[in-house]
């Protein structure tokens, strides 16, 4: 069988499942659909996706099972009755969740006598198919290299590791330091106020980007050291409390300040602050 055109079902029609379903149909591959809401098929069977009555019906139509549902719950209880039909085929499970979630699906689809790949989509759905977008996945190995060309479709897929938990477990990494950024931009336009919002945001993108490589390896703090950043945070919550800025989205900023202001302060540094939110275990 030609792996690029290899025949995929896409269970689940939300705004990302129909990205999903409509980036393999563009690619060539006969696509099978299934939703809870029929309704919202219609569009990809306009463009030559077939609509299954029933989950049943769409897991057998395709070798490569493609699943984006709300949440795990939602994906046990869509799947609960047609598990047996999944047998021999690959799982790909695109629903966000957690690493224990992931684990457990992975053994349930073992079980089941399914290759199973979990994965994490980086993208919103214009992205899918577009340059820029990125899915993580990790499980099956080998059914992730009989894929990847099919896989690569949706944006660049990128194998995380065997443990299944590890795409949902960077996918939570990479939001958590999404979510951050989101925090640290709107504090930052409360703070300047509605009359200097329109100039700060057309300073955001590049102070962004130019600070993003220093925000993954943490700075080198011989360039800026951290009792010279403990005086910038202090004055942020400073400037910020004078202004009436609420406080609470700069909690992540004050947990690094009451450490690079505590009793070793000159010895703390962007390393240590990861200690700090997540202690290493100390040997029994
Ligand atoms: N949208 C994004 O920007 C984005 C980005 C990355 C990852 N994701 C992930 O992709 C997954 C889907 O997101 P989405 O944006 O497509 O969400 P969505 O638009 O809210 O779609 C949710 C999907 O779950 C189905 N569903 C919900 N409850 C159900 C139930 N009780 N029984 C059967 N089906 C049910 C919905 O069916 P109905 O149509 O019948 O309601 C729909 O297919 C999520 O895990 C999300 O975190 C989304």
């Not at 659909?33 to 019906?57: F, H, I, M, P, S």
């Not at 302060?265 to 962007?270: H, K, Y």
């Amino acid at each position: 069988m030609d792996t690029n055109n290899v025949p995929v079902t896409v269970i689940g029609l939300g705004s990302m499942g129909k990205a999903l379903a409509a980036a393999f149909l563009k690619a060539g591959h006969p696509t099978t659909v299934w939703n809870r809401t029929a309704g919202k098929a219609d569009d990809l069977v306009a463009n030559g996706a077939v609509r299954a009555a029933t989950v049943e019906d769409a897991i057998s139509a395709s070798p490569l099972v493609v699943i984006c549902l709300l949440d795990y719950p939602t994906l046990h209880d869509v799947l609960g009755g047609a598990g047996a039909a999944l047998a021999g085929r690959t799982v790909v499970n695109l629903t966000n969740g957690t690493p224990d979630q992931a684990r457990e699906t992975a053994a349930w689809a073992a079980e089941i006598g399914a290759d199973y790949l979990d994965g994490g989509i980086m993208a919103v759905p214009p992205m899918i198919g577009q340059p820029g977008s990125l899915v993580l996945y990790s499980g099956s190995r080998s059914s992730f290299d009989q894929h990847a060309r099919a896989l690569d479709g949706l944006g660049a897929a990128q194998f995380v590791g065997a443990d299944p938990g590890l795409a949902s477990l960077y996918d939570l990494a990479l939001l958590s330091a999404m979510y951050g950024q989101f925090s640290g931009v709107s504090h930052a336009l409360a703070l300047v106020g509605p009359d200097h919002a329109e100039a700060l945001s057309a300073l955001l993108p590049s102070w962004l980007s130019a600070t993003a490589g220093l925000s993954a390896t943490g700075g080198d703090d011989s360039d800026s050291p951290s009792d010279m950043q403990a005086v910038a945070i202090g004055n942020i919550s400073a400037a910020s409390t004078a202004q009436g800025v609420h406080p609470d989205l700069l909690g992540h900023l004050l947990i690094p300040l009451r450490a690079l202001l505590g009793p070793r302060a000159a010895d703390q540094d962007f390393p240590t602050l990861i200690t700090l939110l997540h202690p290493p275990t100390q040997p029994t």
